[in-house]
């Protein structure tokens, strides 16, 4: 599928790496440890391993279907594919929601942790100049370019990684492999949680297939990209987890571990390595939403669900500067006035359901001929994909569902709106 919307492919396979990586490995690293541990004790590799085998279902089932496209927009051009407009909707505007909840979550995150650097960040005026004066930086140099913006993020990739793969070999080398501990068998509830926790850990590969109109060999670039980020994520996941297993006797009772594993090596000057590589990491996340949130509303308005003025790309730049400044608007103003936590409670069913209609995709675009990168078992791994992402929908709250009802609803009225006052679908 080809984008004619004059969009600069400028992109190549380590933007794409870089793309993974951070949203992959965003603030929840800096706590995963700890809480994994703390859930499944000595079993915690055992259960991360098991969560990142099914998310790589997922992902090969991503995989093939982004080598059939090269247009931007990811889950809502396979939904359109495999479901048809109203389910390329659904998909699109529960991402978009979703992606808004968790930039606010992360700007919190990374406020928090900037502030043990700069107390001066606890006040709420300070706070407040510092979230509209970094979205608005973000979205300034995103609109100069998208390998401007993508550049930005790659840069913060580095710095952020580099710390935590060199904590993690030093710590296994410090405290030797941790010895499995003499435990009983973890108890289904035990497991269960434990397991979502790790679940929940390794998602964010998808979002590189956003931009895919904006990568200079999609088909190519894309699935390898994406699937080696992916891999890189789950290798630093591993060995942070052992690093801790090793160096932290009381894991599971410890709320910063990557702190307390800085601390353990290198003493006080390790609380500031971990508050840096945090700001980072979180800064280097929310580059990554700015670059690739503003593309679903290009989608969306692409396909002619919402206003066309959505996908207007600028003359010099080509790139979509309406959707970029809108949505760092909607950031900033969610941020500021901490409404986004109430988005946050759709962000589970959100994320299956757009996870589903990817192996959906799958399967029905195998009817239609062979992809250029055709994954082993494809339709295999797609019906295991779905069938887990139902079950991890099954544990969400009353207040979930309600929380997406409602979101569905607004979106849904806000469509037929749009469409009455004269959008048409091509």
């Given at each position: 599928m080809n984008s004619t919307a004059g969009l600069h492919r400028g992109l190549g396979p380590a933007d794409v790496v870089a793309l993974t990586l951070n949203t992959i490995v965003g603030a929840g690293i800096f706590g995963l440890p700890s809480a994994l541990h703390a859930a499944a004790g000595s079993h915690?590799?055992?259960?991360?391993?098991?969560?990142?085998?099914?998310?790589?279902?997922?992902?090969?089932?991503?995989?093939?279907?982004?080598?059939?496209?090269?247009?931007?927009?990811?889950?809502?051009?396979?939904?359109?594919?495999?479901?048809?407009?109203?389910?390329?909707?659904?998909?699109?505007?529960?991402?978009?929601?979703?992606?808004?909840?968790?930039?606010?979550?992360?700007?919190?995150?990374?406020?928090?942790?900037?502030?043990?650097?700069?107390?001066?960040?606890?006040?709420?005026?300070?706070?407040?100049?510092?979230?509209?004066?970094?979205?608005?930086?973000?979205?300034?140099?995103?609109?100069?370019?998208?390998?401007?913006?993508?550049?930005?993020?790659?840069?913060?990739?580095?710095?952020?990684?580099?710390?935590?793969?060199?904590?993690?070999?030093?710590?296994?080398?410090?405290?030797?492999?941790?010895?499995?501990?003499?435990?009983?068998?973890?108890?289904?509830?035990?497991?269960?949680?434990?397991?979502?926790?790790?679940?929940?850990?390794?998602?964010?590969?998808?979002?590189?297939?956003?931009?895919?109109?904006?990568?200079?060999?999609?088909?190519?670039?894309?699935?390898?990209?994406?699937?080696?980020?992916?891999?890189?994520?789950?290798?630093?996941?591993?060995?942070?987890?052992?690093?801790?297993?090793?160096?932290?006797?009381?894991?599971?009772?410890?709320?910063?571990?990557?702190?307390?594993?800085?601390?353990?090596?290198?003493?006080?000057?390790?609380?500031?390595?971990?508050?840096?590589?945090?700001v980072l990491s979180c800064a280097g996340n929310l580059s990554t939403s700015i670059l690739v949130t503003p593309r679903v509303l290009f989608a969306l308005a692409e396909q002619g669900e919402i206003p066309s003025v959505l996908a207007r790309v600028s003359g010099g730049t080509r790139v979509p500067g309406v959707a970029i400044m809108l949505t760092a608007s909607i950031i900033c103003v969610l941020t500021l006035t901490g409404t986004f936590v109430h988005l946050a409670t759709i962000a589970v069913i959100a994320r299956m359901l757009m996870y589903a209609s990817i192996c959906v995709a799958l399967l029905v675009l195998r009817r239609r001929g062979p992809a250029p990168l055709a994954v082993p078992g494809g339709p295999v791994l797609a019906v295991l994909a779905i069938a887990s992402c139902a079950l991890v929908m099954t544990t969400a709250s009353a207040e979930a569902l309600r929380a997406v009802g409602i979101a569905l609803l607004a979106g849904y009225m806000l469509r037929i709106a749009w469409r009455r006052f004269g959008v048409t679908t091509p």
């Open positions: 915690s590799l055992a259960v991360l391993g098991a969560a990142f085998v099914l998310i790589a279902a997922v992902a090969a089932c991503a995989a093939e279907v982004a080598s059939r496209f090269d247009a931007t927009g990811g889950p809502v051009l396979y939904a359109r594919e495999a479901l048809g407009p109203f389910g390329a909707f659904t998909v699109g505007w529960l991402l978009y929601l979703t992606r808004l909840a968790t930039s606010g979550a992360i700007i919190v995150v990374m406020l928090d942790y900037a502030a043990a650097l700069w107390p001066a960040l606890s006040e709420p005026l300070a706070r407040g100049i510092a979230i509209t004066v970094f979205l608005l930086a973000i979205a300034a140099l995103n609109l100069r370019g998208v390998v401007q913006g993508a550049a930005l993020g790659n840069v913060l990739v580095v710095l952020k990684l580099t710390p935590l793969f060199l904590l993690a070999p030093l710590g296994l080398y410090i405290g030797g492999w941790p010895q499995a501990a003499a435990e009983p068998a973890l108890q289904a509830d035990a497991l269960g949680a434990a397991f979502l926790l790790a679940f929940f850990a390794c998602m964010g590969f998808e979002q590189a297939t956003i931009v895919a109109g904006e990568l200079r060999s999609p088909k190519r670039d894309l699935p390898l990209g994406m699937l080696g980020g992916f891999l890189l994520a789950g290798l630093l996941y591993a060995l942070l987890v052992l690093a801790c297993q090793s160096m932290l006797p009381g894991l599971a009772d410890t709320k910063r571990p990557i702190a307390e594993l800085a601390l353990a090596i290198f003493g006080a000057a390790g609380a500031t390595l971990v508050a840096v590589t945090a």
